[in-house]
T-cell receptor
Framework: SQTIHQWPATLVQPVGSPLSLECTVE??????LYWYRQAAGRGLQLLFY??????ISSEVPQNLSASRPQDRQFILSSKKLLLSDSGFYLC????????????FGPGTRLTVL | DAKTTQPPSMDCAEGRAANLPCNHS???????VYWYRQIHSQGPQYIIH?????ETNEMASLIITEDRKSSTLILPHATLRDTAVYYC???????????WGAGTKLIIKP
């Protein structure tokens, strides 16, 4: 069966510090991968998606970047965190890209102080 | 912004059917209606999706009106563990990615 892992579960970082969140998927090959951010009480905002190794599509311009160094690994990064980067970050995967059922990880709660 | 409209919150008694409405009056012909739910501080969980016909699975039923302008998610026998935020998604952006709204907070009461 497929599983998706995210770490860390929670993170508190000072403004201006770097960020690296990791997501890995097990039990499937060539998944489509997604990074979302969720502000408190709001729906999910898609940040990045990837259809393959090294292929990243950005949905919104921002202080963040994403990379996919391996087929089942997706990394969200920042060189300098802003207060507005605080939120709940979710990684997800799907078999097909276009409007397919997505499977979400447990999320990382990031607080930037 | 999402073009779906959902009530911000609803209550339902344990053991009763929970009926969650969603309006998507501007849905286009090839856009599916998806439902996810999110239990507090967890990742969302897929529930069901449909295009035109009503759909049923082990979790829920999805009833889509004939004009496709609205739908209802039905949890037939709600339990306390069904307390969550339920998202109805019927919009896609220019990259065919789903657009999420704020959802309905469903509280199941004993």
């Amino acid at each position: 069966s497929q599983t998706i892992h995210q770490w860390p579960a929670t993170l508190v970082q000072p403004v201006g510090s770097p960020l690296s969140l990791e997501c890995t998927v097990e039990g499937t090959s060539n998944p489509n991968l997604y990074w979302y951010r969720q502000a408190a009480g709001r729906g999910l905002q898609l940040l990045f998606y990837s259809v393959g190794i090294g292929q990243i599509s950005s949905e919104v311009p921002q202080n963040l970047s994403a990379s996919r160094p391996q087929d089942r690994q997706f990394i969200l990064s920042s060189k300098k965190l802003l207060l507005s980067d605080s939120g709940f970050y979710l990684c997800a995967w799907s078999v097909r890209l276009l409007a397919d059922e997505q499977f979400f990880g447990p999320g990382t709660r990031l607080t930037v102080l | 912004d999402a073009k779906t409209t959902q009530p911000p919150s609803m209550d339902c008694a344990e053991g009763r059917a929970a009926n969650l409405p969603c309006n998507h009056s501007t849905i286009s012909g090839n856009e599916y209606v998806y439902w996810y739910r999110q239990i507090h501080s967890q990742g969302p969980q897929y529930i069901i999706h449909g295009l035109k016909n009503n759909e049923t699975n082990e979790m829920a039923s999805l009833i889509i009106t004939e004009d496709r302008k609205s739908s209802t998610l039905i949890l037939p026998h709600a339990t306390l563990r069904d307390t969550a935020v339920y998202y109805c998604i019927a919009d896609m952006d220019s990259n065919y990615q789903l657009i999420w709204g704020a959802g309905t907070k469903l509280i199941i009461k004993p």
